[in-house]
């Protein structure tokens, strides 16, 4: 404590009206709010977030502590509100990367669904990394297949790992990854994530009895982002329920940016406000004819230009 009284601490979990906070004692505090905390541009359900760090009082008299102050934060990412209120949900801040687990076959991963979380980390500048998972399940065909869709990342700068999460393959690499990182983890529900982080974070399976303790708190409780410390020095952020992350305020000129082969050629299009839909003289549509820009990569691109579903 200062002299004021208030605590420095790192939120660890967020239900939009009660907070887990890590204080610097080492202790964890349930918190609650008090005052406006806003986030520039946008309207947010959990003004607060796991991976902020905040200041807060503990008064003796009292259950809970305060949350009074929220610290900058270096990046965050957000989500569309499930519900009709147009608001938007910030599920992880100060994320030094974010995993996406990914799945050829039971359940597969769809490349669009893949593009689009590409296109959020870019957006928010956070290094994104692919894991393929359920390697154990390959054929030597599906092998060939999962080499080939590795070949589309790896060419534009994502890095991509091959894991079974099941028989503890590569697993050791992606402990190496999370090294000194705080990470964000997401995916498909089937694709394994539990079973991964399982493998990594020890008390991340006692996750469920802490849930029906907290559910008295927050019925949304389940659907929102935790923070884990990992055995060794980092923190990995779940994301349960979380089918997808938001691409809320991008606008259409700026789309192409977020493709990072795109953004490399984009300069040489002959009109510089450019769509690369049907302009002539775009030098993306020429690239992706060429097959120099993969055209599931561009499929993406129209896709999220036009606003279409991805679920699909
Ligand atoms: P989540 O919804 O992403 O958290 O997925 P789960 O971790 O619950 O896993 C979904 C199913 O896939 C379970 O039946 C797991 O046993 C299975 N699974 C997870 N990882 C692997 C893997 O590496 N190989 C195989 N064969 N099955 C896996």
Redesign the pocket.
Known sequence: FNATGSMRGLVTKSTGSWYQVLGEDGKRYDCRIKGKFRTKGIKTTNPVAVGDWVHFDVEPDLESAVIRELEPRRNYIIRKSVNLSKQTQIIGANLDQAFL?VTLASPPTSLGFIDRFLVTTEAYGIPAVLIF?????FSDEGLEILADYKAIYERIGYPCYE?????GKNIDVVKELLQDKITLVS??????????INAIVPEYGLKTGEISDWSDKGKHTTTFAEMFDLPFEGKLIDTPGIRELGIVDIEKQELSHFFPEMRALMNQCRFNNCRHINEPGCVIMQAVEEGEIESSRYDSYLSIYHNEDSRA
């Open positions: 687990v998972n359920k390697l154990d399940l894991v079974s999460a099941l028989t995916g498909h529900s089937g694709v394994g994530k539990s079973t991964l």
